[in-house]
């Protein structure tokens, strides 16, 4: 588990990276770190897959890679579905920044960006912004 820390989550965060081990043992795992007090969450390529497929409720965050045009969009609506928080990197621009946040972002981070925003945050900031896209 990678482990950080995040204003916005109000805790530590610990993003499980595996490589195929039994679902049974990453569910384990998982509900230990939430007995710890930390957030869990998963890449999003990894919420198709048990146990963190939404089936139990394990995620409170997932992560998404944002600088990939093709299939962003269909990777915020899956992990919308699986957690409550989907956290987004590699903003390069605030006119992407401000499409993620329209289609579900909940905190986004890039070099786009001065710093990582927090919903609230990247809801003041967009309000703000003028342009084509706009929330």
Do not use: K
């Amino acid at each position: 588990a990678g482990f950080g820390t995040d204003d916005s989550m109000r805790g530590v965060l610990a993003e499980i990276v595996a490589r195929d081990p039994h679902p049974g043992v990453l569910e384990a795992f998982a509900r230990r770190l939430h007995a710890l007090g930390a957030r869990v969450g998963v890449a999003g390529a990894r919420t198709s897959s048990p146990p963190f497929d939404g089936e139990n409720g394990l995620l409170d965050f997932v992560t998404l890679d944002g600088s990939h045009d093709g299939r962003t969009l269909a990777e915020l609506a899956l992990a919308s579905v699986v957690a409550p928080v989907v956290i987004v990197s590699g903003v390069n621009d605030r006119e992407r920044g401000r499409w993620l946040a329209r289609h579900g972002a909940s905190a986004l981070s890039g070099e786009g960006l001065a710093a990582p925003m927090g919903l609230p945050e990247l809801v003041r900031w967009a309000s703000e912004q003028r342009g084509s896209v706009g929330l």
